[in-house]
DNA sequence: TCTGGGGTCCTAGGACCC
DNA sequence: TCTGGGGTCCTAGGACCC
């Protein structure tokens, strides 16, 4: 009887889950300071495409009351006011640090998912209880000695929980939370607002608080079965990863992924057809080539155009089109052939557009079912597609091009604040000055 | 003047079948 | 005149994430 209970204990705390999750600060911000220590302490900004919107914010910008998402020349008195360094998006130099930072995680477990370009989750369930919150602190110290990239690690038993726990440690100084060894978390659920729970937004926010729900604590507490009836499955999981009981595993193999979006927001509004051409054929090469890189080819393709949503004055207008090829393809020529014709239909005269995208979607790898009618004519449009990535891997994107992409690109995004920095590109080494 | 981009999953409801 | 019911599959749209 004892030595049962005993076994059953000592596997118990053996495998006791324990899920990290490391965010990394302010990412691009910290990617931006890399290159530039000046910028330390200081309050920095990076806005989103076509210099829109306030994406990552430094302490310091925080601090100024400056928020997340906000539109940047909403922003611009205070800006300029407390002399916030400003700074467009450059998403190779965020990715290749990106890459740095998960190559270091896989160092304590190489199952690792990674969750998006600034976060992962680990399972650390090998490690012992009582010393996990040294884990942590190692992981943390090692990530900013080896990529200068400052994170935040939360652990817990479910992934959920995870999160809750890093949204502590991003107000800690240590920026370190284990929940493993807390005996009773209601305290610290209680005041964690239901809308900065992982899985809830808006909407559901919305519904919580019309049914009394308004921190974790009470989420937690909630009858499953009400959560399941009155919402979804996906809510009553989340409750239950609350609960200490794991729902959401890791997804530690990249799945493929099965949709490929490419769509920006102009520079300028456009209204002449021409110009939407191109900027429509322009995107359908982007996400042809993007594809291509990955092995997989798409079913269909889906363009949509749209006025801005945010200047009613003119009317709003928004319309998509769906075309399935009759064979799945990456074949860059077809792929626009197909957009282009798409948006024939759904453009309208006497609108100003504010943004265009394509969507390919039902992907699947290229190499399985080989279809029946390939021939000498594919195999030679592969060779071409093949010797235009190779180029343009070579000499820089768009180096070989459709010409029905247009030369001008009067419709080319804003990037007013690029720091100019790209790790992989030599012309972009800073120079120094003697 | 100026408001991002790229994903996933779930569900309701329609189409279709027997 | 009366006009079933249950199952599956697919898709569009919504909600959420970073």
């Given amino acids: 009887m004892f030595s049962f209970g005993g076994l059953l204990h000592m596997s118990f705390t053996q495998h006791t889950k324990k899920i990290a999750l490391v965010d990394c600060n302010s990412f691009y911000v910290s990617c931006e300071r890399l290159f530039n220590p000046k910028l330390r302490n200081k309050p920095v900004v990076v806005l989103s495409n076509n210099d829109g919107c306030i994406i990552s914010r430094s302490t310091e910008a925080k601090a100024l009351g400056i928020k997340m998402g906000e539109p940047y020349f909403k922003a611009k008195n205070i800006i300029i006011k407390n002399n916030v360094q400003v700074f467009s998006s450059n998403y190779s130099l965020y990715g290749d640090l990106s890459r740095r930072v998960m190559r270091t995680l896989k160092r304590f477990n190489s199952e690792i998912e990674v969750y998006s370009i600034d976060e992962a989750f680990l399972d650390l369930s090998n490690f012992p209880d009582n010393e996990i919150e040294g884990v942590g602190k190692e992981i943390r110290s090692i990530v900013l000695k080896w990529t200068g990239i400052p994170t935040s690690i939360g652990i817990a038993k479910t992934k959920t929980l995870s999160k809750v726990a890093n949204h502590i440690a991003k107000k800690k100084q240590s920026g370190v939370v284990s929940l493993i060894e807390v005996e009773n978390i209601d305290p610290i659920l209680e005041k964690v607002e239901v809308n900065d729970i992982w899985g809830v937004g808006k909407q559901l926010t919305k519904f919580y608080h019309k049914n009394g729900i308004y921190n974790a604590k009470q989420l937690k507490n909630k009858s499953n079965t009400w959560i399941k009836k009155s919402s979804n499955v996906l809510s009553s999981r989340t409750a239950m990863e609350l609960k200490g009981i794991s729902c959401i595993g890791l997804e530690k193999t990249s799945a493929k992924r099965k949709s490929c979006v490419v769509s920006r927001s102009f520079g300028q509004r456009i209204e002449d057809f021409q110009e939407l051409k191109e900027a429509v054929a322009s995107y359908s090469l982007n996400a042809s080539e993007k594809i291509r890189s990955e092995a997989l080819v798409a079913k269909s393709i889906t363009i949509f155009i749209r006025t801005s949503p945010f200047q009613s004055r003119y009317g709003f207008y928004s319309n998509s089109k769906t075309i399935d090829f009759p064979i799945a393809t990456n074949n860059s020529i077809e792929i626009v052939k197909a957009a282009l014709s798409g948006l024939e239909t759904i453009f309208k005269t006497g609108y100003s557009y504010q943004k265009a995208g394509v969507l390919l979607s039902h992907l699947s790898n290229s190499r399985n079912g080989k279809n029946l009618f390939s021939s000498i004519q594919d195999e030679k449009i ?41 790790t992989a590109d030599f012309y972009c080494l800073p120079t120094i000055k003697a």
Avoid: E, F, P, Q
């Avoid at 060779?383 to 419709?411: C, E, F, P, Q």
């Fill in 382 to 422: 592969n060779t071409l597609m093949k010797s235009i990535d190779n180029t343009n891997y070579r000499y820089g994107r768009s180096t070989l091009s459709l010409a029905s992409a247009g030369v001008h690109k009067k419709w080319n995004m804003r990037r007013k604040h690029s720091s100019k920095i790209d």
